[in-house]
């Protein structure tokens, strides 16, 4: 089973939020502030997974907004 997924990925014109395999971005901001803001919302409302990239294209970290099965002790 696939997990969904959004990640925030560098482009020519700023950052983009991109749903996990597809081919068009699903938001684009000119900061990368602004990309993970919209990024968490549209994560929120789809309760998926947000990856932020770093320019070079490595993960620098991730939010869980869906069902997490390996949720931290508390």
Known sequence: MSRKSHHVVPRAD???V???GADRA?????TKAEAIA???E?????QSELVIHGMNGQI???DSHGHDPYPPRG
């Not at 699903?26 to 000119?30: D, G, W």
């Not at 549209?42 to 789809?46: G, P, V």
């Open 26 to 30: 699903s938001a684009v901001a000119p």
């Open 14 to 16: 700023g950052w983009a």
């Open 38 to 40: 919209r990024g968490r």
């Open 18 to 20: 991109v749903r996990g």
């Open 60 to 62: 620098q970290g991730s």
């Open 42 to 46: 549209i994560s929120r409302h789809q």
